[in-house]
């Protein structure tokens, strides 16, 4: 996934839940863009997800247009995902 592809997605993604160890995000993707099979930038968005060190799964659903994220504690503490978390938009910077 290029860097210029990333950036057109962060914004299309919001923290929908954060647990320690869990966390849901939301992507605002249009029925449109499902029906027409046009998920690349996300399906490239999970690979780069499960390449990174700490995370243990990443169940992508379309359906629910949202993606949960199961990592280990001890190598990505909770406090790093709550900075990525701004809560008065409740979206990734």
Not at 17 to 33: A, Q
Not at 57 to 85: C, H, Q
């Amino acid at each position: 996934m290029s860097f210029e592809a990333l950036k057109k997605l962060l914004p299309r993604i919001s923290v929908a839940h954060h647990i320690p160890e869990r966390i849901r995000l939301k992507i605002d993707i249009s029925l449109d863009e499902i029906r027409k099979s046009d998920l690349q930038p996300v399906k490239d968005f999970q690979a780069v997800l499960d390449r990174l060190p700490g995370i243990r799964e990443v169940k992508l659903n379309m359906l629910a247009k949202s993606s949960t994220i199961r990592y280990d504690k001890n190598v990505i503490p909770f406090e790093l995902g709550m900075i990525f978390w701004r809560k008065e938009t409740r979206r990734l910077p």
